[in-house]
């Protein structure tokens, strides 16, 4: 699916501002249902994927049918682009009646938004289902990319990145980075990454850079607090060392992590990856992939998020975008998001906080032939801070961009 899950490849300037009055109080829900009413909400989020894109579609058929409020899904290249569209009102003075209601985000861009005021709340711990989620077994919800969230945003997924492989043609993958080093090297053509800015292309190179560094707690802080060039040093001679070995000769790159998968499907690359456990499962299920697909995690961990839904300042319907988000955190919903048949995304609910019949709707899922059950997913490392998906995606541009 990280999908990218969250494309975040443009960082906008920031101007610290105190976030706008709240126009709806998410504490008086029954007010916010009859505001809701009869108003139409426009979801902005990634539209790169078909298996969301109908998800979403039958998000939007749950809100009218229990809401009387309609859904619009705003299908985006790169989240950035609703971003820019939200400042752009606010300089033109629009601070109301915006055309976007709720934005699928994480990463570079919420920390762009939240910094410049640009988002509505805090409201995420007073929606009604906020009380199923788990923030004790999974706190990593609270924080996105080393930056609090403060109720900004509501998570509805989380994802960690796991390595799709053929088990028929590779019985034996690489599980670290060093020796999927090796594994390149032995195998010229077989591997490639997305290409950055890419949300997924990116995640590989924050992915090298906690396989390289001797001290990854670097990552935690901005990339003004440290030698930089130092510290990416050991990044740069990972790359510049599989680059020619890589697919194409590393002349050209997939865009996006559909297309990864499609190389996997037609057997051009041995290994892929992705940010949704469940996706190669999902993909088995519908026929896209072949059966022998599995996946595995790192020895030394594999990157880890959320996903959330945020409202700008100035939504027009953010009555309406309250009521989606708090749906979204619906067993029902949950549910249908973590069958490997529909999407295969991880949960964030506890099942200790369900009761009996809704426990029993995760219970009876099967996670599918290729999806790793959770006690065997590993260690789950914390994304860096957002100067670094933004600094190293400009670098490997100018070191490695088409063309160069």
């Not at 924080?143 to 900004?152: Q, R």
């Not at 529909?342 to 899922?365: K, N, S």
Request: proline share 7%.
């Amino acid at each position: 699916m990280r999908f990218p899950l969250f494309a975040a490849s443009v960082v906008l300037p920031v101007c610290v501002m105190a976030s706008p009055a709240l126009a709806v109080n998410p504490d008086d829900w029954n007010a916010v249902l009859q505001a809701a009413q009869g108003q139409t909400v426009y979801w902005h989020a990634w539209g790169g994927d078909a298996r969301i894109n109908a998800f979403i579609a039958s998000v939007g058929d749950d809100l009218q049918a229990r809401y009387g409020v309609a859904l619009e899904h705003v299908r985006l290249a790169d989240t950035a682009d609703a971003v820019t569209r939200v400042i752009s009102e606010r300089q033109a003075g629009r601070d109301s009646a915006g055309a976007v209601d709720a934005i699928w985000i994480n990463g570079a861009n919420f920390a762009s938004m939240k910094e410049q005021g640009l988002l509505f709340g805090p409201f995420a711990e007073s929606l009604p289902n906020w009380a199923l989620v788990d923030t004790d077994a999974n706190p990593a919800i609270l924080v996105d990319f080393t930056l609090p969230v403060e109720g900004y945003g509501s998570p509805w997924a989380m994802f960690q990145m796991v390595f799709e492989y053929d088990s028929a043609a590779l019985p034996e993958p690489p599980r670290s980075l060093a020796a999927l080093r090796e594994w390149i090297a032995g195998n010229p053509g077989r591997f490639t990454y997305p290409q950055p800015p890419d949300f997924l292309g990116t995640s590989f190179l924050k992915q090298a850079l906690y396989g390289v560094l001797d001290d990854p707690s670097v990552l935690m802080g901005p990339i003004d607090d440290i030698d930089y060039a130092a510290v990416t040093a050991p990044l740069w001679a990972f790359l510049d060392e599989i680059h020619p070995n890589l697919w194409r000769q590393g002349r050209a790159f997939p865009p996006n992590e559909p297309a990864l998968g499609q190389l996997l499907a037609d057997g051009e690359v041995d290994i892929g990856f992705a940010f949704n456990p469940g996706r190669a499962s999902a993909a088995i299920a519908d026929g896209e992939l072949q059966d022998s697909v599995r996946t595995l995690v790192f020895e030394e961990g594999t990157l880890a998020n959320s996903s959330y839904l945020s409202i700008p300042y100035n939504a027009a319907n953010k009555a309406g975008a309250l009521v989606l988000a708090n749906l979204i955190l619906d067993p029902h919903i949950q549910a249908r998001a973590q069958d490997p048949e529909i999407l295969g995304f991880q949960t964030v609910l506890g099942m200790h906080l369900l009761d009996a019949e809704d426990r029993a709707r995760f219970y009876a899922l099967e996670l599918g032939i290729a999806t790793l059950a959770p006690d065997q997913m590993g260690t789950g490392l914390m994304e860096p801070h957002p100067d670094w998906m933004t600094r190293i995606a400009e670098d490997w541009a100018a070191r490695y961009g088409t063309g160069n």
